[in-house]
C-alpha cells in the first residue's frame, strides 16, 4: 500500500516486565560495583539501564502487534493514516476532500480485510466489527 502507519504498541503486561527487568538490571549493576567504587557504580547502573532498554525494545519487537491506543476504530485509523500521508493521498487518488480520502481508505480497509465495504464505517472496530486479528 505504501503507505505510513502509525507504529504498533507492545501489550502493557509485557511493557511493565521489560520495565522491571530493566530496572532489575540497573539496580544490579550498582549492587555488584558500587561497594567497591560508587562512580564505577552509578556509571555501570546507567550502562545496563541504556543498554537493557535498547535490548528490550529491539527483542520486544515481534510482539508489537496491537493499534495505538489513539487508533481503536476504523475512524481513528483512518484520521492518523490522512494525517501520516495526506500528500501521497491527495496525489494517488487525486482526492481534494476529506470525504474523497475517506473513500479511498475505506476501500483499502475494504480490500485487505475482505469484508464488504459497507460495514467499514468510521465507528467500526477491527477486530470486534471487521474480524481483523
Same mark, same amino acid.
Given at each position: 500500500?505504501?503507505?505510513?502507519?502509525?507504529?504498533?504498541?507492545?501489550?502493557?503486561?509485557?511493557?511493565?516486565?521489560?520495565?522491571?527487568?530493566?530496572?532489575?538490571?540497573?539496580? +544490579? +549493576?550498582?549492587?555488584?560495583?558500587?561497594?567497591?567504587?560508587?562512580?564505577?557504580?552509578?556509571?555501570?547502573?546507567?550502562?545496563?539501564?541504556?543498554? +537493557?532498554?535498547?535490548?528490550?525494545? @529491539?527483542?520486544?519487537?515481534?510482539?508489537?502487534? @496491537?493499534?495505538?491506543?489513539?487508533?481503536?476504530?476504523?475512524?481513528?485509523?483512518?484520521?492518523?493514516?490522512?494525517?501520516?500521508?495526506?500528500?501521497?493521498?491527495?496525489?494517488?487518488?487525486?482526492?481534494?476532500?476529506?470525504?474523497?480520502?475517506?473513500?479511498?481508505?475505506?476501500?483499502?480497509?475494504?480490500?485487505?480485510?475482505?469484508?464488504?465495504?459497507?460495514?467499514?464505517?468510521?465507528?467500526?472496530?477491527?477486530?470486534?466489527?471487521? +474480524?481483523?486479528?
Amino acid at each position: 500500500m505504501d503507505l505510513k502507519f502509525p507504529p504498533l504498541q507492545r501489550p502493557s503486561w509485557l511493557v511493565l516486565v521489560n520495565f522491571i527487568l530493566v530496572e532489575i538490571l540497573a539496580l +544490579g +549493576g550498582f549492587v555488584v560495583v558500587g561497594p567497591a567504587n560508587v562512580w564505577l557504580g552509578v556509571f555501570t547502573s546507567f550502562f545496563n539501564l541504556v543498554a +537493557g532498554t535498547v535490548a528490550v525494545l @529491539f527483542l520486544t519487537r515481534p510482539f508489537a502487534l @496491537f493499534p495505538a491506543s489513539q487508533c481503536s476504530t476504523v475512524g481513528d485509523l483512518v484520521a492518523c493514516i490522512v494525517s501520516l500521508n495526506l500528500n501521497k493521498l491527495t496525489t494517488r487518488h487525486a482526492a481534494r476532500s476529506r470525504s474523497d480520502i475517506w473513500v479511498a481508505l475505506q476501500t483499502i480497509v475494504a480490500a485487505q480485510l475482505g469484508v464488504d465495504k459497507c460495514i467499514v464505517v468510521p465507528s467500526a472496530r477491527f477486530v470486534q466489527d471487521l +474480524g481483523a486479528d
